[in-house]
C-alpha cells in the first residue's frame, strides 16, 4: 500500500511542479496539494517527518535548486508523458508591468469626466488580492504568540481555540500559502524536520519582552498627556502613590503561562501596557483595600475623533466592514499604518484587560452607564472601542462599534472604562454612501440590499472619492479582483435595483441615524488635520478636471 500511495503521489508533485515554471518552495508544495487535493501530504503515512525529506526520496521527480536569496526551490524532473507540457510551461512569457506607471494612468483617465465618451464603464485598475479582515489577522497572531505552529496542526489549533474552523477561503483565498503569504510582514514560514513552521515575526516578540519587567522596580506613576486633560487630572496622577502589582495568570496561546512581575506604568504610545496597582498582602502589614474610586486614566467625558477627510477624486483601497444598505454602510482605508495600528490596539487592550485586577479596576460604576458614553467591550475574547448609545434594561445596552460601524446589544458587566491613551488613534471605520444612485422604489429592497453585501463580501475594493456630505463619505466602488472591473453603481442600475443620478441625495438611513456623527468629533475640530495619503499602491490623485463636479452620461442620464 506505501508502494501503490508514493507512485500516486509522484505523479501528483511532478504534475503541480510542472505547472510552476518557476518552481516552488516545499510550503508551497504542501500548500498547493492541500488546494488540490484537500488533504495535506500524506508524510507520516509514508514515513517521513518533512516534505523536505519527502522529496529526497523521489530523485527522479524532484529537482532541489537553491534560489539567490538562499532559499530552497523544487522543480519538476519530466518523464517521456510530460515532456510536452514541460516545453510549453517553459515557454510561457512572464507578463512584468510597472505598477506606478500602471496605476498614474489608471487613476487619471478613471474619474468620470464631461467628455467621457463611453459612460458606461471606467478604465481598468489594478487587480485587487484577497485580505483577512484585521480581526482574523489578529486572532492569527494571537494563536502564534505564545510558541510557532506547525502549518499541518493550524487548523486544529485554531478550531481548539476560537471554537470554529479557520476557513480561509470564505475570504478570497484560494490556499493557505496565499494567506501566509498576505501576512508575510508579521508571521514567517521556516522548514523544519517535522514540517513547515509558523513564527510570529521578531518585532512581536520584541514587543512581548519589553512589556516584561525583572520584580526589581517599582511601578511608576503613569504620564498621561492626553489632548484635553485638564490641570485637576494632571495632578491626581501626579499624586497617585506607587504600588506593587501582583502576580498575574497572562492567556498567551493555548497555555496560560504564570508571570511573576512588576509593570512599569509609562506612557509610551500604543506599545507599552499599563498594569493595575494592587497590594502585595505582606505577613506583619496592614493590607490597604483597593480604592473605589474612578482610575485617573478612566476616560470620562471625551470623544474619539475621526479620520481627516480623504482628497477628493483620489483613488483609495478600501475594505467595508459593515453594511446596512448601499446608502449606509462602513469601510476601512486599506493603509500598512492603519492597519498595523488598529490590530496593535486589539492586541493591547485584550492583553490589559485580560488581567483580572486591571479589569476589575476599570469597571463602570452605574452612573457612568449612559447614553454618548466611550468605553470599551469585550466580545468574544476581544476588546473593542465603543459607545454607550442607549440603556436598554438593568442588564443590557446598546453600543456603537466606533472602528467597525455597527450597533452592538452587549451585558452592562462586559462594559470597561477606556484608558487615556487608547484615544489617540482615530476612529477607523467610515460612513459611506455609494455615490449618484437612489434606490427605484424609494427604500432599498431586500434584494438590493443582499446583492450589495454579496458584492462587497471579504473583498479589497477600489475607492474613487466623490465628496462627504453632512459627514457621510459618498465614493463609488469598483471591484478589480475579476477579469473585468466591476462597478458597483451600474450593476445596481442593471439589476434594476437602482437609478443614477448626477448627484448625491442625503441616505435617508444616515438622517435618521448617524451614530458617528453623533458620538465621533470631527477631526477638523482636534487642532490642524492634515489629508489623509493613504499608504497604497491605488492611491494616486486624478488630474485637475477643472470643475468641482464631474459628470458622465449614461444611457442619456447623467452619472
Not at 157 to 174: K, N
Not at 285 to 311: M, N
Not at 349 to 361: E, I, L, T
Amino acid at each position: 500500500q506505501q508502494a501503490q500511495l508514493m507512485e500516486v503521489l509522484k505523479k501528483e508533485v511532478r504534475a503541480m511542479l510542472i505547472a510552476a515554471k518557476a518552481g516552488l518552495t516545499p510550503e508551497q508544495l504542501e500548500e498547493q496539494y492541500m488546494a488540490m487535493v484537500c488533504k495535506p501530504l500524506p508524510l507520516r503515512d509514508l514515513g517521513f517527518q518533512s516534505t523536505l525529506e519527502l522529496v529526497t526520496q523521489m530523485p527522479e521527480v524532484v529537482q532541489i535548486c537553491s534560489s539567490k536569496n538562499g532559499a530552497l526551490i523544487l522543480k519538476a524532473i519530466a518523464d517521456d508523458s510530460t515532456k510536452g507540457i514541460a516545453r510549453l510551461v517553459a515557454n510561457q512569457k512572464v507578463k512584468t508591468r510597472k505598477a506606478s506607471k500602471k496605476t498614474a494612468t489608471k487613476a487619471n483617465s478613471t474619474f468620470p469626466t464631461k467628455n467621457s465618451k463611453n459612460p458606461q464603464s471606467f478604465h481598468p485598475l489594478s487587480a485587487g488580492t484577497p485580505v483577512l479582515p484585521a480581526v482574523v489577522k489578529a486572532e492569527l497572531q494571537d494563536l502564534l504568540s505564545s510558541s510557532p505552529l506547525l502549518l499541518a496542526d493550524l487548523d486544529k489549533a485554531f478550531l481548539r481555540r476560537f471554537g470554529r474552523a479557520f476557513q480561509y477561503r470564505q475570504y478570497g483565498f484560494l490556499s493557505m500559502f496565499e494567506v501566509l503569504r498576505s501576512m508575510s510582514d508579521s508571521i514567517a514560514v521556516e522548514q523544519t524536520k517535522a514540517g513547515s513552521l509558523l513564527v510570529l515575526r521578531k518585532y512581536l516578540a520584541s514587543k512581548i519582552e519589553q512589556q516584561e519587567v525583572p520584580q526589581t522596580s517599582a511601578a511608576e506613576v503613569p504620564s498621561l498627556e492626553p489632548t484635553c486633560e485638564t490641570k485637576s487630572c494632571y495632578q491626581a496622577a501626579a499624586l497617585m502613590d506607587s504600588e506593587p502589582v501582583q502576580t498575574q495568570a497572562v492567556d498567551l496561546g493555548d497555555h496560560l503561562k504564570q508571570v511573576n512581575h512588576l509593570k512599569i506604568l509609562a506612557r509610551q504610545d500604543l506599545q507599552d501596557v499599563c498594569t493595575t496597582p494592587v497590594c502585595y498582602e505582606t505577613p506583619g502589614l496592614e493590607q490597604f483595600p483597593p480604592t473605589p474610586e474612578i482610575p485617573p486614566d478612566a476616560v470620562q467625558d471625551r470623544s474619539l475623533c475621526s479620520l481627516p477627510p480623504l482628497r477628493r477624486r483620489c483613488l483609495v483601497g478600501v475594505i467595508v466592514e459593515f453594511i446596512v444598505s448601499p446608502s449606509q454602510f462602513y469601510i476601512h482605508v486599506c493603509s500598512t499604518e492603519a492597519s498595523y495600528k488598529l490590530q496593535d490596539l486589539m492586541f493591547e487592550m485584550r492583553h490589559v484587560y485580560s488581567h483580572k485586577v486591571a479589569s476589575d479596576k476599570y469597571i463602570m460604576p452605574e452612573s457612568a452607564v449612559r447614553p454618548g458614553q466611550l468605553c470599551c467591550v469585550m466580545v468574544s475574547k476581544w476588546w473593542y472601542r465603543v459607545i454607550i448609545h442607549r440603556v436598554i434594561n438593568d442588564q443590557e445596552v446598546e453600543v456603537f462599534c466606533a472602528d467597525y460601524g455597527h450597533l452592538q446589544i452587549v451585558q452592562k458587566s462586559w462594559l470597561r472604562f477606556l484608558k487615556w491613551h487608547y484615544l489617540k488613534l482615530p476612529a477607523q471605520a467610515i460612513p459611506c454612501s455609494l455615490a449618484w444612485v437612489k434606490p427605484v422604489e424609494g427604500t432599498w429592497s431586500s434584494a438590493a440590499i443582499l446583492l450589495f453585501k454579496h458584492l462587497c463580501r471579504f473583498k479589497e475594493l477600489v475607492g474613487i472619492v466623490d465628496e462627504y456630505v453632512d459627514g457621510v463619505l459618498y465614493l463609488f466602488l469598483c471591484d478589480t479582483s475579476t477579469k473585468e472591473d466591476v462597478y458597483f453603481h451600474s450593476v445596481l442600475r442593471d439589476m434594476g435595483y437602482a437609478d443614477v443620478c448626477g448627484e448625491n441625495i442625503p441616505s435617508q438611513e444616515f438622517e435618521e441615524l448617524n451614530p458617528s456623527a453623533l458620538y465621533v468629533q470631527p477631526s477638523g475640530k482636534q487642532g490642524n488635520a492634515e489629508v489623509v495619503e493613504p499608504d497604497l499602491r491605488l492611491q494616486q490623485e486624478s488630474r485637475d478636471a477643472g470643475s468641482k463636479t464631474a459628470t458622465l452620461k449614461l444611457n442619456g442620464a447623467e452619472l
